[in-house]
């Protein structure tokens, strides 16, 4: 078993920065990758952006990219998303999530198999 903490999460204006941080216990940490998901009102779970076990590969979604940055700290069981230049369309509830697959950077939802319960983001017009 996998248990996921997400924090970070708040209340910004359009233009502005979060940085996100899931930790990870349980199962040894380094032989997983992991992603970002967010989900808005009324929207399905959308991919945003993914880390394999090494950290030296790294995938966005076409919406986050050139905006935010994936990055894990295998010392710390941490994986971190730095969002910038936010828009009023990011905000969503984002969910940490670990997988085990070989395609973890399709950013396919069911190929992840522990979650965190999420954080709220919030961007301001």
């Known amino acids: 078993q996998v248990q996921l903490v997400e924090s970070g999460g708040g209340l910004v204006q359009a233009g502005g920065s979060l940085r996100l941080s899931c930790v990870a216990s349980?199962?040894?940490?380094?032989?997983?990758?992991m992603g970002w998901f967010r989900q808005a009102p009324g929207k399905e779970r959308e991919f945003v952006a993914a880390?394999?076990?090494?950290?030296?590969?790294?995938y966005n979604g076409d919406s986050v990219k050139g905006r935010f940055t994936i990055s894990r700290d295998l010392a710390k069981n941490t994986v971190t998303l730095q969002m910038n230049s936010l828009k009023p369309e990011d905000t969503a509830v984002y969910y940490c999530?670990?997988?085990?697959?070989?395609?973890?950077?399709?950013?396919?939802?069911?190929?992840?198999?522990?979650w965190g319960q999420g954080t709220q983001v919030t961007v301001s017009s």
């Open positions: 999530a670990v997988t085990y697959s070989s395609n973890w950077y399709r950013g396919q939802a069911n190929e992840y198999a522990y």
């Open positions: 349980g199962r040894t940490f380094s032989h997983y990758a």
């Open positions: 880390i394999g076990w090494s950290g030296e590969r790294t």
